[in-house]
């Protein structure tokens, strides 16, 4: 039956060349425009979740009540990570990262150099808490001595071309670090990206007990703290923290000032946070709004099949006629008209999913929808799974 679906379908397609050509344009550029909005939105929701342990994992946000005048700051001290690891069990891992410089920063290595605008000092943990693609060195010691530096492929790319640049020194004319490590680009769905992190260590990093001498700086906002939680502890952070304002905060607390310590979930940081002095984040409701105009679009390219299928059955109805009287009955019929019906929209998806390869490559150079998309979407058997869905769904809501 199916065999006989399909040289009946060769024949009607060869037989109305500007109807099967008609039917295959509206439904593939349907899905096009779907499988674009799809991606955008599987990007956006997918957010910091390449991390392995991205489920605990947490910012440290700083809430600041100045005389009535509440506000919720992504920024903590550089100094409350180690006091934290210190005295609370519950937290199992911290790191924090405080920018080298507010501006772009000079790297050299020879007779190249390129200017970094996200070089940010960092504690060795961050390759424990966060995942990396390790490319050239060992993690566990890559930030552990003063004046090391672990850079991303893009940037040994391009000042050592490729070549292992482990053990080589790069200067910003002022101080040289030795590279330890090359990771791989971070994720475009990573809510905080850096190119290169300078060690945590030696003056950057004085001691816990040298800390305690010195909690008035807990109040200057100069860096981002997250923590790893151990996953046996119910995670809420408040008693951890209340304690950790008396201890140490409440009798150096600024005239009028009082402050409160929140965490913040990684994976909800990018569309759920509404802390003050954050990276880029997205817009729920503009998800929703492309949400909708995705599932508007095929639809309508599906209305569209519906009313060149409906304007052609009046052609039909003799051949429809004819089979009746051969035998053939309505089950049969409706069967065939689907199965019909199924191969324009495999043919069609197959033509949709080469329509959005092509826009993404030729896109690359220009980010034309400012998100990093694979090219090779397709392939991720996930993604393979949802186009199947997505062509059994066409196919059938055009047909019936």
Known sequence: MISGSIRRFLRIFSAEKHYSFLNIVGLSLGMACSILLALYLEHELTF???????QNIYRVNHQIDATNNVTLQAQTSHFLGPLLIRDYPQIESYVSFRPESPNATLLKYQNQSYYVDDLFIADNSVFDIFTHEIVYGEPSQALLRPNTIAINRSLAERLFSGENPVGRTVTTGVVDYQVTLVFGDLPDNSHFKYSALIANAGNFAPSADALANRRGNLWNLNGYTYVRMNPATQVDGSEVFVDFYTRMMADVTRPGYTAQFFLEPLADIHLSSVALQDFPRGNT???????????LVLI???FNYINLATARAFGRSKEIAIRKILGADRKILITQFIAESMLYAFIALFVAVMLVKLVLAGSADINLFGRDFDPGFWRDPWALVAL???GL????????
């Open 285 to 295: 409701y503009y998800l929703y709004a492309l949400s909708v105009v995705a599932v």
């Open 48 to 54: 910091d979740r390449h991390n392995t342990a991205h």
């Open 388 to 390: 199947l869905v997505l």
């Open 300 to 302: 309508s390219a599906c």
């Open 393 to 400: 769904a066409v196919g059938a809501m055009a047909g019936i």
